[in-house]
C-alpha cells in the first residue's frame, strides 16, 4: 500500500519525539508493545501535520515491530486518525443531540460559509478544515468545536470569528507537550 | 445540601496539584488500605452497594469478587474513561479538576484486587484530560503512592494513562481491553468474562471513573456509612451530566432519592427550563435509555413521584419508564424535533457500530436512512412501522449492547411520540425547514392531525 501520488508528506522522527514513543513503550510490559499503538499514533500524528500517510504508519509499524497491517486496521477504525491532509487548524464540531439543539448546525454552517469550506474539505492555503463529529462529551457546554488537544465550548458566531483570527494570527496552541 | 462525597473538596484552589490535595487528607485512604487486608477492602465496597457507574449500574464489590486469583495470572484493574454516550460529561469533569482523586481510587482498588499493573484508558478526544493525568500520575510517583514497595508495604503498582482513538465502542468493556491491546475496538464474545480472560488474557477489572473515584471515601469511612446515603439499592451519590433546555446544565452531584422534580426545577440544580419554555421530553441516563414524554417525567405511571434512583427512573419498564443510565440528562423543551432527535441519535449509533454483527451494522443504517427520509418529509406512514420492526431485530441480536442502544431510542421515539412520525408524513411542506419546531412547536400544530386522514 502507498499513499495517493496527489498527497505527500515529509516524514521526520526527531530524537525528541523518538524519546516520547519509546517512554510510551515502556508503559507496556515486555513483548505487548503493540498496546502502544494508539498512543504512538497520535505523538506522530500530531508531529506531522495531524495526518498519517501510508508511509509514515509503516514506520509506527516498524518502530513498534509489529506488521503494516496491524496499523491499517486501526487508523482506519478510529475516528481520530486523519489518512489525508488536513488543515492546520482543523475544526471538528460536535453535531450529536445537545449540541445540535444548541445551534451547532448553525455555527458550522457559518464556519463553512465564512472559510469558503464544505464540512471534509480544506481551504486553498491550507491553514482550515471544517468537519462534524459524533458526541465529545461537552453536553453541557454546547454547542462546541475541537481543535487540537482542546475544546472550544459555549460557541457564538463571534467567538468563531475570534477563533479563526487567532488562528489566521499564530496565537492558538493546538498540542499540550 | 446533600452530602458530597466526589465534590466535597473539589472547588479548593490548586486541588488538581498533588501538594494541595495531599494537604487536604488526599492519599489517606491509600494509607489506610495498605494496612488491611485486601479481600476486607472488597467486602466493604460490597458492604457499601455502590453500583458501577458507567451505565449498567452492577455491583462494584461482586464484580471484584469474581477476579481470578487462584490461577496466579498477574491482574489488572482497568478505569473505564472512554466517556462517550451522548448527554454523559461527569467523568471529564472529575479528572480535569480533581485527578488525584481517581489515581487515589486506582491504588486503593488496585491494592484490593491485588494488581500490580493498572491503566486508565481515556478517551482521545479528552486529550487534555490525559496529559493532566500523565502529569498528576507522575506527580504520584515522585511522591511513593505508586512504583516498588509503595510507601514500605511491600506492594507494588504501575499506573499508566492510555488513550484513545475516537470510537464510542470503546467504552463496552471487551473493545476497551481490545483497543488497549493496540487493535480495533470489537467487542469480544463473553464468557470468558474479563475476571477470567482479560487485558493480555490476564485477569482484569473494569470500572468507571466515578466507581473508582468513590472507593477511597468508602474505605476511609465504611461500606455501611455509605450505605446509608442514598435510597434503598440506589445507595451513595451520584453524578448527573445536565444538558439541553435547562437554565443550568453542568454536573451536579446528589444523593440519590432526591425528586425529578427538585433535581430539575430548584435553582440549587438545574434552575428550571430555559426561557421558560414547556418541556417536552427528557432523557435522564444518556442517549441510549428510552425517552420519556412530559407526563412521566415527575410521576411514574401509578402516578407516585419520579425519584432520581436506579429502581424509581426504571419504573413502569421501558413501557412507561427509562433508566438512571450513565446519569446524562438531556432535557428537551417544545422547539426540539424528536424525529430530527432521534434520527440525530441513530446516525451516532451507525457511526459507531463496530461492524461486527450484521443486525447492528445494518440496521443501525437503515434506522439512519429511514428517520432521514420522514424528517425530510419523504417518509410514508409505513416507514414508522418498518422503524419499529428494525428496531425490535437489532435488541438482543449483537453480540454487545450497542445493538441494544441504538434500538432503544428508537422504540421510545415511536411509543410516546409516534403522533409526531405522523405529522411529519402527512405535512411535508411544514417541516422543510431543519428549525420546523422552533418556529412553530408541535403543540401548536397538532390538531391538524385530527383534520386529515391518509
Not at chain 1, 37 to 54: K, Y
Not at chain 2, 243 to 266: A, L, Q
Amino acid at each position: 500500500m502507498e499513499t495517493l501520488k496527489k498527497y505527500h508528506q515529509d516524514i521526520n522522527i526527531t530524537p525528541e519525539l523518538m524519546q516520547r514513543i519509546q517512554e510510551l513503550v515502556s508503559h507496556y510490559p515486555e513483548g505487548k508493545q503493540k498496546s502502544a499503538l494508539l498512543p504512538v499514533l497520535h505523538e506522530l500524528q500530531d508531529a506531522h501535520d495531524n495526518w498519517l500517510s501510508v508511509e509514515l504508519q509503516n514506520k509506527a509499524a516498524e518502530i513498534l515491530n509489529i506488521t503494516p497491517i496491524e496499523v491499517y486496521e486501526v487508523v482506519t477504525f478510529y475516528t481520530m486518525f486523519n489518512q489525508k491532509p488536513v488543515g492546520k487548524y482543523m475544526l471538528e464540531f460536535c453535531v450529536t443531540s445537545c449540541c445540535a439543539i444548541n445551534k451547532a448546525e448553525d455555527v458550522m454552517d457559518y464556519t463553512c460559509e465564512k472559510l469558503g469550506v464544505k464540512p471534509g474539505q480544506v481551504t486553498a492555503d491550507g491553514l482550515f478544515s471544517v468537519v462534524g463529529v459524533q458526541c465529545l462529551g461537552a453536553c453541557g457546554y454546547a454547542p462546541m468545536l475541537q481543535l487540537g488537544d482542546f475544546y472550544h465550548e459555549h460557541l457564538t458566531k463571534e467567538k468563531v470569528d475570534q477563533l479563526i483570527n487567532d488562528c489566521k494570527e499564530d496565537k492558538i496552541t493546538l498540542h499540550d507537550k | 445540601m446533600g452530602q458530597k462525597i466526589l465534590f466535597e473538596k473539589i472547588h479548593i484552589p490548586g486541588i488538581k496539584t498533588y501538594d494541595v490535595y495531599r494537604e487536604n487528607g488526599g492519599y489517606a485512604s491509600v494509607e489506610k488500605a495498605l494496612k488491611m487486608n485486601p479481600d476486607d477492602i472488597t467486602e466493604e465496597v460490597k458492604t457499601s452497594g455502590l453500583r458501577g457507574r458507567g451505565g449498567a449500574g452492577f455491583p462494584v464489590g461482586l464484580k471484584w469478587s469474581f477476579i481470578d486469583k487462584k490461577s496466579g495470572n498477574p491482574r489488572h484493574l482497568v478505569c473505564n474513561a472512554d466517556e462517550s454516550e451522548p448527554g454523559t460529561f461527569k467523568d471529564r469533569y472529575l479528572m480535569e479538576y480533581i485527578p488525584h482523586l481517581l489515581i487515589e481510587g486506582m491504588i486503593t482498588s488496585s491494592f484490593a484486587l491485588g494488581a500490580n499493573l493498572s491503566y486508565i484508558y481515556i478517551r482521545g478526544e479528552y486529550m487534555w484530560v490525559f496529559k493532566t493525568l500523565e502529569r498528576a500520575i507522575k506527580e504520584a510517583y515522585a511522591a511513593g503512592w505508586l512504583g516498588k514497595n509503595i510507601k514500605g508495604s511491600g506492594y507494588d503498582l504501575d499506573l499508566h494513562v492510555h488513550c484513545g482513538g475516537g470510537a464510542y465502542i470503546c467504552g463496552e468493556e471487551t473493545a476497551l481491553i481490545e483497543s488497549l491491546e493496540g487493535k480495533r475496538g470489537n467487542p469480544r464474545i463473553k464468557p470468558p468474562f474479563p475476571a477470567v480472560k482479560g487485558l493480555w488474557q490476564n485477569p482484569t477489572v473494569v470500572n468507571n471513573v466515578e466507581s473508582i473515584a468513590t472507593v477511597p471515601w468508602i474505605i476511609l469511612n465504611s461500606g455501611e456509612d455509605y450505605s446509608k446515603i442514598g435510597l434503598g439499592r440506589s445507595t451513595g451519590t451520584k453524578l448527573f451530566s445536565v444538558s439541553g433546555h435547562v437554565k443550568k446544565p453542568g454536573v451536579y452531584e446528589i444523593e440519590m432519592g432526591m425528586t425529578v422534580d427538585e433535581f430539575m426545577n430548584s435553582d440549587e440544580y438545574c434552575g428550571g427550563m430555559i426561557d421558560d419554555r414547556p418541556l417536552k421530553g427528557l432523557i435522564p441516563g444518556g442517549s441510549s435509555v428510552p425517552i420519556l414524554p412530559k407526563h412521566l417525567i415527575f410521576k411514574t405511571a401509578n402516578g407516585e413521584d419520579r425519584l432520581m434512583t436506579y429502581e424509581s427512573l426504571s419504573d413502569g419498564g421501558f413501557a412507561t419508564g427509562s433508566s438512571l443510565g450513565s446519569g446524562g440528562f438531556i432535557v428537551y423543551n417544545d422547539t426540539a424535533c424528536i424525529v430530527r432527535n432521534t434520527w440525530n441519535f441513530s446516525r451516532f449509533y451507525h457511526h459507531e457500530s463496530c461492524g461486527q454483527c450484521s443486525p447492528c451494522r445494518e440496521g443501525t443504517g437503515w434506522m439512519e436512512k429511514i428517520l432521514w427520509r420522514i424528517e425530510n418529509g419523504q417518509g410514508t406512514e409505513e416507514d414508522i412501522d418498518l422503524l419499529w420492526s428494525i428496531q425490535a431485530k437489532i435488541e438482543g441480536n449483537t453480540i454487545c449492547p450497542l445493538g441494544d442502544a441504538a434500538a432503544w431510542p428508537v422504540a421510545a421515539a415511536i411509543r410516546h411520540f409516534r403522533d409526531e412520525f405522523e405529522y411529519h408524513v402527512r405535512f411535508p411542506e411544514k417541516i422543510k425547514n431543519r428549525d420546523h419546531f422552533v418556529n412553530e412547536p408541535f403543540e401548536k400544530v397538532k390538531h391538524l392531525l385530527q383534520n386529515t386522514t391518509v
